[in-house]
């Protein structure tokens, strides 16, 4: 899509939902400044730019007309008030409990890790350097 297109299609979601355009590069780009940087002749991808346009199609305001001479894309079904169906099967996947990560420290990697502090002995206890390879120079 071209870039003049979708300043335009932003000018008018804009003027007719009554937001600035940085507002509106934000909601639908997830980019406040996306707008005044195609402006300012920056480019962008095609998968960005088909990206860009669907949030257009999904969230375009009821009793605004689409301009005839852009194609619009088929609304996905993740407007306003809607949500992509989940599958029983994608739903359980969801619903996994998630790991214990109790026993991990701070960093996120066990407390017996190589360089690391643990209490009960072993590597990486107190008072033991852990064996680390040789560094080179």
Not at 21 to 42: C, K, M, P, Q, Y
Not at 46 to 58: G, P, Y
Not at 61 to 68: H, M, R
Not at 101 to 122: C, I, L, M, T
Request: proline fraction near 9%.
């Amino acid at each position: 899509m071209y870039s003049a297109l979708l300043i335009r299609l932003g000018r008018l979601f804009s003027d007719a939902r009554g937001l600035r355009l940085s507002t509106v590069g934000r909601l639908i780009a997830n980019h406040g400044a996306f707008f005044s940087r195609l402006e300012d002749g920056r480019t962008i991808t095609e998968a960005r730019s088909e990206r860009v346009c669907q949030q257009f199609s999904d969230h375009w305001p009821e009793g605004l007309e689409w301009p005839t001479d852009i194609p619009r894309p088929a609304p996905s079904g993740r407007g306003p008030g809607k949500t992509a169906s989940v599958t029983e099967t994608e739903g359980a996947a969801r619903l996994q409990p998630a790991p214990d990560r109790s026993k991990r420290g701070r960093s996120g990697w066990p407390s017996g890790a190589v360089g690391g502090r643990n209490p009960e002995g072993g590597e990486g206890a107190p008072g033991k350097e852990a064996e680390r390879p040789p560094r080179f120079r």
